[in-house]
Structures are given as C-alpha cells and as structure tokens.
C-alpha cells in the first residue's frame, strides 16, 4: 500500500564550519580550511518563531529538537512545509552558525508550488498552498476572510482565516485588534429595524413638533412625544440673543446678549454674555461684557462713555456705578468679593480691591492685581480730584496701594504678603517695586525705588545723581531710608537718614557721609570705600598664620624659612622685623625675604639664633 502524502520534506547538512587553521605540531597554518565538528547540535526554528516540530523521516516518526548528528557530522530532518532556520553549536565551534530561510516544499503533493510542472495550478484559497492560511474547503455562502490571532500549519501567525457569516441584522464591528460580527444598541427614544438587508433607525415622538408661529422660541420635545415651546431657551434672530434659564425675571437687552441660568439681567448692551445665578449687567453704553458665576454684577450707569470689554467670573463685581464721573473700560475680575471701580485697563484675580475713587477725583489706571488671595487693594483717593493710581501690579496677601492727597502713584508693583505703597508723604512715581513681606514704600519723588525682604521702609526718597544712576535698592529686613536718593542697602537693620549716593552692605549700619561705600556690622561700619580710597576702622587680622605673614627661628645661622597659604602672581613687598619674643641683640643685625611660590626665606647679615617676623603686600608696581 502506497504510503499517503504528507507535504513533508526533508533536509540535510554537515557540522562545519569555515575560516579555520590547522594545527599540526602547535603550528598554525596560513591557510583557512573548512573544519568538521562531528557530532554537534542542531536546533531548527520556524522561520521568525520558535521551536519547529521535526521528523526523522516522512512516516510521522518524531525527532527531538534539538538533536546530535552523527558522529561523522551529518544531520538530517523531516519537517512540513514551511520556512525554516537550522543551527549549529558544539564546544569545537567558534560561535554558532545559521542557515537562514530554508524552504521546505513536497513536489509530490497536488497543488504545491513548487510541484515539477504544477506553478500557478489551481488550489483552493484557504489551502497548504498558501503558507500563511488555515486551510478551509469548501466555502461557505457569506464568509468573510480575515486576519486572525490563528497560527498556520508552517507556524506563521497572525494569518488568513475564515470568519463565519454573524446572525441577521448583526453588523461587522471592531474591538480595536479583530473584525467581529455584533449587535448594535439602541439608545433611549430610538428604534433599530432590521428590514432584511437594510437597518432603520428612526426617533420616537409619533409626529414631531408644529412649527410656531413667532421665531424667538428654540423647539424641543418636553416629554417625549409632546411638542415643547420654550420661553426661558429662546432665540432671536433679529437681535443676536438668546436666553437659557427657568425663571421669568430674565431681561434680555439689545444686539448679541445671551443669558445662560436664572435671575440674569442685560439691558441696552452690546456682545454681552452673563452664566450663572444672579448675574446683573447694566450695560448702558457697554460693549462686550462677560459675567460668569453667582451673583456677578456689571454695571455702568454712569456718565462719561461706559465700560469696554469688561469680565466678572465668581463673586465679583466690576465697574462701581455709585460714584465718578468719568467710566472706565477693559476690566476683569476673578475671585469672591473683588472690585474694580471706575478703572482703566484694569484686571483682579481674587478678593481684591481696584481703583475705588471719589466723586472728585481722576480716573484710575493699572494692569494687573494678581492671583487667587485675599485683600489685596488699590485706591486712589483725590480730594482735589487730582489722585492717579497708575501702572500697578500685585501679587499676593494683604497688599495695598493707596494714594490721598493730590499726590500720584505711578508704575508701582507688589509681590508677596502685607506690603505698602503709599502716597500720604509725597508722590510715588518713576517705577517702584516691592517683593517680599511687611515692606513699605511712600514719597518716592521721581525715583525707582526697589525693595525686596521683610520689614524694610523707604520714606520720600529722593533724586540724586550718582554715576549716572538715579535707582535706589533695598534687600534684606528691617532697613529704612529717610530722605535719600540713590541708596543700596543690603543686609539688616541698617538706617539711611538724608544721605545720597551710599551703599551699604551688612547689618547695623548708619551712614555718615554721601557717595560712601559701607561694609560692615556695627553703625560706623567696618569698611568705607570712597573715590580712590578704602579706610578701616578696625584691626587687620589673619584668619589664620600665613595668609600675609608668618615668623621662623634661625640657630647659629643665617636664613629660615616658612610657609604661606597662596603664591603670588607677582614679587610681593616683604618687611622684616626681630620678633617681640626674641631679645635686642647686642650687635645689631638686619634681614630681608624673599618669595618662592609658598616658601618665604627671611636672610640677615650675620648669623643669629632669632626669632624673624615677615608681613607680604601682594605685586606691588
């Protein structure tokens, strides 16, 4: 009986390997050979993939994989069809060696393709002839082939496979790695018809809606079924509004307004947009007004040309209508319980206060009162109806900037908890800063006065000209300066008091003298620098022996020598002394030093057993 065929076929080969020397005698020679390993193990892998299953002939008998070859080298499997990689490892090899993409193909099975005579013969689709299928015959009506998480017989996975028809009125999904035949799920109020062929999706509510007969309704269905004409979501096309609430006290003004929640009101305003609960925007003369939040207020009932492009999101309230003359435009507050009153390019973030002025006072300027605190506060209050706040910035607690008077703050910014600027001395102008804590700054006169720490006051500092400068600088805590101009202070606790042109550096200090330099801890300080000179008011100490100067002992001879910290770039000025240790001697003796590198070496005229002192001043000209 003929044995039935396999697509299975064979392959053989011999342990070697080329590019090797023979040794004879423990010499090497020049010539490379091609060496036998006997014996060696051989591995065979899908192409790709893993572990192939292997036969030791065409009859299903089952070989090991790996295997030993024979002891004269040479190997040989049987394996399906398919796209195989051999290798071969033993002690003897250098490393191990692949045969790469072997093709395995039985010439004798009907339709192989590599059958003598038989390419491009007729097979079936999903057949053994296609290395990369799951065979399936025949073919059944309505199945789809796919790719699937399926391995061929050669290994090869995914592959082609067939998806059988799904049931009438499913549909083909995905799951993101599988097409799939499925269901689709109606969503409430809509239908799902499966008409033989075609699906029908379709709405419930019987007949729909009636038209009405005005165009300032927004239609809905109000239950199911019920046509509902609204008049708290309306629309009207002629003058650009809509309205969403649920309560009849909504007034809705003129030209692009929308309201969005209950007890919203807009009257006369243009591009106005209000959400949330008692929202309020009187909007006499406004454009672009935003209002987000409960119980936001935007008003400008006053005279004077109204409030621009204004915005109040949270409990806030923006443009003041009970005081002024003059409107104010481009505000924005943020926050529960700001204000901006009457101000000009103005935004508040947090529970701020801005520009808030009397009747008879100017109008306020600013930019910017920063982010999520408490507190903080801009005024500007002019009796004389000249007070200007302008230019200001705050950032952070409890921060206030407050002019009275006729003066004018200009161009001033706060950053951090409790600082001042104030005008009840004089004007603040020229650009003043403050970052810090409990800091205060007034009558700046003309000056840009910066101060950064805690605790630190500047009082009508005043302009001076100092190398050309005119900017003044506090760093540090607990520092004042009176009356000054063009002062640095950094340090603690020190005091400047009618003084132009210092700059103190330390703690305690207290100036005597302008266009002086200070360095120090105690009031006289312990450094003062002025043009071309540099006066000590205190010892000049080593911090340890020779760092400027040392001493050495001589016995019965002429020189010594010690050591200093540092060379010197330069020859240094040396000065030498007997030491106050050592006794007069009877016969005077002199010495002098030199440097080399860190070795000082002090020599006297005659030989001696003293004690030699040596100070160093660095490279002098």
Same mark, same amino acid.
């Given at each position: 009986?003929?044995?039935?065929?396999?697509?299975?076929?064979?392959?053989?080969?011999?342990?070697?390997?080329?590019?090797?020397?023979?040794?004879?005698?423990?010499?090497?020679?020049?010539?490379?050979?091609?060496?036998?390993?006997?014996?060696?193990?051989?591995?065979?892998?899908?192409?790709?993939?893993?572990?192939?299953?292997?036969?030791?002939?065409?009859?299903?008998?089952?070989?090991?994989?790996?295997?030993?070859?024979?002891?004269?080298?040479?190997?040989?499997?049987?394996?399906?069809?398919?796209?195989?990689?051999?290798?071969?490892?033993?002690?003897?090899?250098?490393?191990?060696?692949?045969?790469?993409?072997?093709?395995?193909?039985?010439?004798?099975?009907?339709?192989?393709?590599?059958?003598?005579?038989?390419?491009?013969?007729?097979?079936?689709?999903?057949?053994?002839?296609?290395?990369?299928?799951?065979?399936?015959?025949?073919?059944?009506?309505?199945?789809?082939?796919?790719?699937?998480?399926?391995?061929?017989?050669?290994?090869?996975?995914?592959?082609?496979?067939?998806?059988?028809?799904?049931?009438?009125?499913?549909?083909?999904?995905?799951?993101?790695?599988?097409?799939?035949?499925?269901?689709? =799920?109606? %969503?409430?109020?809509?239908?799902?018809?499966?008409? /033989? !062929?075609?699906?029908?999706? +379709?709405?419930?509510? #019987? $007949? &729909?809606?009636?038209?009405?007969?005005?165009?300032?309704?927004?239609?809905?269905?109000?239950?199911?079924?019920?046509?509902?004409?609204?008049?708290?979501?309306?629309?009207?096309?002629?003058?650009?509004?809509?309205?969403?609430?649920?309560?009849?006290?909504?007034?809705?003004?003129?030209?692009?307004?929308?309201?969005?929640?209950?007890?919203?009101?807009?009257?006369?305003?243009?591009?106005?947009?209000?959400?949330?609960?008692?929202?309020?925007?009187? =909007?006499? %003369?406004?454009?672009?007004?935003?209002?987000?939040? /409960? !119980?936001?207020?935007?008003? +400008?009932?006053?005279? #004077? $040309? &109204?409030?621009?492009?204004?915005?109040?999101?949270?409990?806030?309230?923006?443009?003041?209508?009970?005081?002024?003359?003059?409107?104010?435009?481009?505000?924005?507050?943020?926050?529960?319980?700001?204000?901006?009153?009457?101000?000009?390019?103005?935004?508040?973030?947090?529970?701020?206060?801005?520009?808030?002025?009397?009747?008879?006072?100017?109008?306020?300027?600013?930019?910017?009162?920063?982010?999520?605190?408490?507190?903080?506060?801009?005024?500007?209050?002019?009796?004389?109806?000249?007070?200007?706040?302008?230019?200001? !910035?705050?950032?952070?607690? +409890?921060?206030?900037?407050?002019?009275?008077?006729?003066?004018?703050?200009?161009?001033?910014?706060?950053?951090?908890?409790?600082?001042?600027?104030?005008?009840?001395?004089?004007?603040?102008?020229?650009?003043?800063?403050?970052?810090?804590?409990?800091?205060?700054?007034?009558?700046?006169?003309?000056?840009?006065?910066?101060?950064?720490?805690?605790?630190?006051?500047?009082?009508?500092?005043?302009?001076?000209?100092?190398?050309?400068?005119?900017?003044?600088?506090?760093?540090?805590?607990?520092?004042?300066?009176?009356?000054?101009?063009?002062?640095?202070?950094? !340090?603690?606790?020190?005091?400047?008091?009618?003084?132009?042109?210092?700059?103190?550096?330390?703690?305690?200090?207290?100036?005597?003298?302008?266009?002086?330099?200070?360095?120090?801890?105690?009031?006289?300080?312990?450094?003062?620098?002025?043009?071309?000179?540099?006066?000590?008011?205190?010892?000049?100490?080593?911090?340890?022996?020779?760092?400027?100067?040392?001493?050495?002992?001589?016995?019965?001879?002429?020189?010594?020598?010690?050591?200093?910290?540092?060379?010197?770039?330069?020859?240094?000025?040396?000065?030498?002394?007997?030491?106050?240790?050592?006794?007069?001697?009877?016969?005077?003796?002199?010495?002098?030093?030199?440097?080399?590198?860190?070795?000082?070496?002090?020599?006297?005229?005659?030989?001696?057993?003293?004690?030699?002192?040596?100070?160093?001043?660095?490279?002098?000209?």
């Amino acid at each position: 009986m003929a044995t039935p065929a396999k697509a299975r076929e064979g392959w053989s080969g011999w342990c070697e390997e080329g590019g090797r020397h023979v040794v004879t005698s423990g010499l090497s020679s020049t010539t490379l050979v091609q060496q036998s390993h006997p014996s060696c193990v051989v591995t065979i892998y899908i192409h790709g993939a893993g572990l192939a299953t292997i036969y030791s002939d065409n009859n299903n008998t089952l070989l090991a994989n790996p295997f030993t070859a024979q002891t004269g080298g040479m190997w040989q499997f049987f394996a399906n069809d398919g796209v195989y990689d051999v290798t071969m490892t033993s002690a003897g090899f250098s490393q191990p060696v692949t045969f790469s993409s072997i093709l395995l193909c039985d010439p004798f099975v009907a339709g192989a393709v590599c059958a003598a005579g038989t390419a491009g013969s007729a097979h079936n689709l999903l057949s053994t002839t296609h290395l990369d299928t799951i065979p399936a015959s025949p073919p059944v009506r309505g199945d789809l082939v796919t790719a699937q998480n399926q391995t061929s017989p050669t290994g090869i996975n995914p592959s082609w496979a067939r998806l059988p028809l799904g049931t009438s009125g499913q549909v083909l999904l995905s799951n993101g790695s599988d097409a799939l035949w499925g269901n689709l =799920t109606a %969503g409430t109020g809509i239908t799902i018809t499966n008409n /033989s !062929g075609s699906l029908t999706i +379709a709405t419930g509510g #019987g $007949g &729909g809606c009636t038209l009405p007969s005005h165009d300032t309704a927004v239609l809905s269905e109000h239950p199911a079924g019920t046509c509902y004409d609204s008049t708290h979501f309306t629309w009207d096309d002629t003058a650009f509004n809509l309205q969403i609430s649920n309560a009849s006290a909504n007034t809705v003004g003129t030209n692009n307004t929308y309201l969005i929640g209950p007890n919203n009101t807009a009257a006369g305003s243009t591009f106005a947009f209000g959400m949330g609960t008692g929202n309020f925007l009187d =909007t006499s %003369g406004q454009t672009s007004v935003y209002a987000f939040g /409960s !119980g936001n207020q935007v008003e +400008a009932v006053i005279t #004077g $040309g &109204g409030d621009i492009l204004n915005m109040a999101i949270g409990h806030t309230t923006v443009g003041d209508s009970t005081s002024a003359t003059s409107g104010g435009k481009n505000n924005m507050s943020v926050g529960v319980g700001g204000g901006i009153y009457n101000s000009d390019t103005v935004s508040s973030f947090g529970n701020s206060q801005i520009g808030k002025l009397a009747a008879a006072s100017s109008q306020s300027f600013g930019t910017v009162v920063g982010g999520n605190f408490i507190q903080n506060k801009v005024q500007g209050v002019g009796s004389s109806g000249t007070g200007t706040v302008t230019a200001f !910035g705050i950032f952070g607690d +409890a921060n206030s900037i407050n002019q009275s008077g006729t003066g004018t703050v200009s161009t001033a910014y706060i950053g951090g908890y409790s600082n001042r600027v104030a005008t009840s001395l004089a004007n603040v102008s020229g650009g003043s800063t403050i970052w810090g804590f409990d800091n205060e700054l007034d009558g700046s006169v003309g000056n840009v006065v910066e101060i950064y720490g805690s605790s630190n006051t500047s009082h009508t500092s005043q302009v001076a000209t100092c190398l050309g400068a005119s900017d003044s600088y506090i760093g540090g805590m607990i520092n004042t300066a009176t009356g000054s101009g063009n002062f640095g202070i950094f !340090g603690a606790n020190a005091t400047v008091t009618n003084r132009n042109c210092v700059g103190v550096y330390g703690y305690n200090i207290t100036p005597a003298a302008d266009n002086t330099m200070y360095y120090g801890i105690s009031s006289a300080a312990e450094l003062q620098i002025t043009a071309g000179h540099a006066a000590l008011s205190v010892h000049l100490d080593q911090t340890a022996a020779g760092k400027f100067g040392n001493k050495c002992a001589m016995s019965a001879a002429t020189t010594c020598t010690f050591s200093i910290a540092a060379s010197y770039t330069g020859t240094p000025l040396c000065v030498t002394s007997i030491d106050a240790a050592s006794a007069v001697p009877a016969t005077a003796n002199v010495a002098k030093c030199s440097v080399s590198g860190t070795t000082v070496t002090i020599t006297a005229g005659s030989s001696n057993s003293l004690t030699w002192d040596a100070i160093l001043i660095g490279n002098p000209n």
